[in-house]
């Protein structure tokens, strides 16, 4: 319950920086100008349908004058030349000479002047009614409805045009929302293209980022989800144990009828299982809090030697106890590291437990720490029977108790896993393996430079 008051109260302040952060930083505005529009596929669209309108008005009104032209040329020619039949008919010499002139084509200013006032005597001016001129009468009646039939079928095909390009805008909108509601709904990928341009391209772009994040926070509630639970299940797996001893102890001291030596015992007992639920509850809570990332490492550069010795004298009296002799040996030189030593020395120590607890009576624990370029690694090296090629996989899984024995150094299966999740907080890896005459090596390597810790 501590470690979701701290999750709870670790995610509202880290709400409220982002919030913060949010008012702080300046909103992103896009500005619809004339390259960003011409960059969009919608609007190149229209420019080309504007264009093909155009060209085919420009071809069509071409097309048409040609024609018109010609049917105007060959009816003027029937006139003329009927009229000039006519006048062969009767003055053959007059219609030569009207054939020349039109041949010819030119006439001098008083020749022009001289035929307008023949003409304007029959009533032949400006003034005369397009209708009664039949060649002028016949091309109105004729083309006015062909232009008409020309205007309107090309306005047709260009609002076709338009709603076609429409329909297409509307359509990818459409199948954004559609896979956004997808994405959404039943957290699926989108499939939506992102690398279009234009402002549809860019809005993609967009809605899958949002997407992206949604289901990356969808993602993290679920580790979170699973990591509540299964801490809530260690946790109740593990207390079972003890819980029940003390109630049957509880039990029988309530029952009377036991000695007081059996009596004294009984509250040993029950004292130790109270101190072995303490101590697991402490381990599972810096385990889960480490896991959860709410507790930072104080990294400084500290010098490696001290940390060891930290770790060495917690589990000095243990090693005492076993017989187990505990040996340091690194370079002359001090090694200093950027290091948390207070929650280094707590990984050393569970390691040095384990190695000293897994060593024969009379033995060595060695430990000794070595630099590179790069790197500083230590090294817990014990006497045992080392580590089952089928443990190696499993031995740094929380509660993993392996069938020879070679476990957690904590006896349930907490103080590697612990040791671990210490090692990769401070950029570092921490791995095991067979040591070289037996026994067991735990090697911890950790940068010499800080480096970003995920």
Not at 109 to 131: K, N, S, V
Not at 289 to 302: T, Y
Not at 336 to 355: F, G, I, T
Request: charged content about 25%; aromatic content about 6%; proline content about 5%.
């Amino acid at each position: 319950m501590e470690r979701i008051a701290d999750s709870q109260r670790d995610g509202g302040q880290e709400a409220g920086e982002n919030a913060a952060s949010a008012q702080d930083k300046p909103v992103r505005t896009f500005k619809p100008g004339w390259r960003r529009m011409w960059r969009s596929a919608g609007v190149r669209r229209l420019v080309v349908i504007f264009l093909l309108a155009f060209g085919t008005a420009a071809l069509l009104l071409w097309a048409y004058s040609a024609y018109s032209a010609d049917r105007l040329r060959k009816e003027w020619i029937a006139r003329e030349t009927a009229a000039l039949g006519a006048l062969a008919a009767r003055d053959p010499a007059l219609a030569e000479a009207w054939a020349r002139q039109l041949g010819a084509g030119d006439a001098t200013p008083a020749e022009a002047a001289i035929g307008r006032e023949l003409a304007a005597r029959y009533g032949i001016d400006g003034e005369l009614d397009a209708a009664l001129v039949p060649l002028v009468e016949r091309r109105r009646s004729r083309e006015w409805p062909l232009l008409a039939v020309g205007v309107f079928g090309l306005l047709a095909a260009l609002l076709l045009a338009l709603l076609r390009e429409s329909r297409q805008q509307l359509a990818e909108v459409r199948g954004l929302a559609g896979s956004l509601e997808a994405a959404v709904k039943e957290n699926r990928p989108m499939k939506f293209r992102i690398y279009a341009e234009g402002e549809l391209g860019l809005l993609a772009h967009q809605v899958q980022e949002l997407s992206l994040r949604l289901q990356e926070t969808i993602a993290q509630l679920s580790r979170d989800k699973d990591f509540l639970r299964d801490t809530i299940a260690d946790i109740s797996h593990q207390l079972k144990t003890p819980l029940a001893s003390l109630t049957v102890y509880v039990e029988l001291l309530q029952g009377g009828g036991i000695g007081p030596a059996e009596q004294e015992e009984f509250l040993r007992t029950c004292a130790r299982e109270l101190e072995r639920m303490d101590w697991l509850i402490q381990m599972l809570l810096k385990l889960a809090r480490l896991e959860a990332g709410s507790l930072p490492m104080q990294l400084e550069r500290a010098p490696m030697a001290d940390t060891v010795r930290m770790a060495t004298h917690a589990i000095g009296r243990l090693a005492e106890e076993r017989k187990v002799e505990i040996s340091l040996d690194g370079p002359a030189e001090p090694v200093v590291v950027p290091h948390d030593p207070r929650w280094l020395s707590e990984a050393l120590a569970n390691l040095v437990k384990n190695a000293v607890e897994h060593s024969p009576p009379s033995g060595v624990v060695k430990i000794a720490w070595e630099t590179t370029p790069i790197f500083v690694r230590l090294r817990v090296t014990d006497q045992g029977a080392g580590i089952d090629a089928r443990d190696e996989p499993h031995i740094f899984k929380k509660f993993y108790r392996a069938a020879s024995g070679q476990a957690g150094g904590s006896g349930v299966g907490l103080g590697l896993p612990l040791a671990k999740t210490i090692a990769e907080r401070h950029g570092g890896m921490l791995s095991a393996g067979k040591a070289e005459g037996g026994g067991t090596v735990f090697t911890l390597t950790l940068p010499l430079t800080q480096l970003p810790v995920s």
